[in-house]
């Protein structure tokens, strides 16, 4: 596996590939690797003949007050698993590599980006697409590999992308999940024990509200109130819990048949987000 710092390797890197005509897939991630990413490399390398994978603990994403700083970096574990799984190249910049120091461009998906997580977390989602753009550009890949896990930003880099006519194909890979049920991920090393055994409520809130959906005509309110309650009373607080369209991720109507569950919810400091898709017939 090749690792740089560089963007000019990267784009060496790639103009020889493209030469040879071979197929490039891309996977951003912030490090702390687990099964959840290694998921997306996987389904990365099916599609094309060399991936490259990022690890970049984006600044621009961070609100004052979030963990910026304290978010897990685990730099040699995360380059020995992608090496173990046979990664072409990991690009590994330090922040001056990517920002300009004067930088005045940010990419922002207007109205998507203010909904859900985007009320909770003032520019996350501006320094999400800004980076994943610019990170698009840097490598020139074929494909974009996201997952499903952050379903808010992926509809939102999928606007991006059309917006911005950007020549990349965008595959989404579904979510990885412990035995529990918890979705995987960096953040979940936040947890203590006693949060540890709670937090798969979260997702169990979603099979409940997924179930109420399919099986009762109850309001689609009266279901995320239930789920919210049953949530607050294990400990929760709750961000949003929402039964979304799953195309723009407005709030469902009864006519409507391709769905998402949206929740995000705080167990003591620790935040988790997580979703669920279902078909109505
Ligand atoms: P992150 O390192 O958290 O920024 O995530 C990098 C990429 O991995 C994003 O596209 C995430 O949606 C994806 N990802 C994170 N956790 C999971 C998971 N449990 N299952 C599938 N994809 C995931």
């Known amino acids: 596996m090749k690792t740089t710092k560089s963007i000019q390797i990267v784009r060496a890197t790639v103009a020889q590939w493209k030469s040879q005509r071979l197929t490039i897939a891309f996977v951003p991630t912030m490090g702390n690797l687990h099964q959840g990413h290694l998921a997306l490399v996987k389904a990365a390398q099916k599609k094309a003949d060399k991936v490259i994978v990022s690890i970049f603990v984006n600044p621009s994403q961070f609100s004052a ?95 991006m992308i059309r917006d911005l006519n950007l020549p990349i194909q965008l595959k989404s890979v579904p979510i990885v999940r412990e035995n529990d049920g918890l979705a995987m991920s960096s953040r979940n090393g936040y947890l203590t024990s006693e949060q540890r055994q709670i937090a798969p409520k979260l997702y169990q809130a979603l099979c409940n509200a997924k179930k109420a959906l399919q099986q009762s005509t109850a309001p689609f309110k009266t279901i995320e109130q239930q789920q919210k309650d049953y949530l607050t009373q294990n400990g929760f607080n709750i961000d949003y819990f929402s039964i979304c369209r799953a195309d723009n991720l407005l709030p469902a109507t009864s006519q409507d048949t391709e769905l998402v569950i949206l929740a995000a919810a705080s167990l003591g400091k620790p935040r988790l987000i997580d979703n669920l898709c279902l078909t109505l017939r």
């Open 65 to 159: 007050g979030e963990d910026f700083s304290t978010y897990p970096r685990t730099e040699q574990a995360d380059i020995e698993a992608l090496a173990t799984h046979h990664v072409d190249m990991l690009f590994l910049p330090p922040v001056d590599e990517i920002y300009h120091s004067q930088a005045k461009t940010h990419v922002i998906v207007s109205e998507l980006s203010d909904l859900h997580c985007g009320a909770h977390r003032q520019g996350h989602f501006s320094g999400v697409s800004t980076i994943v753009c610019k990170l698009i550009n840097m490598t020139q890949a074929h494909y974009l590999f996201l997952g499903e896990k952050d379903f808010q930003q992926l509809a939102i880099i999928r606007l």
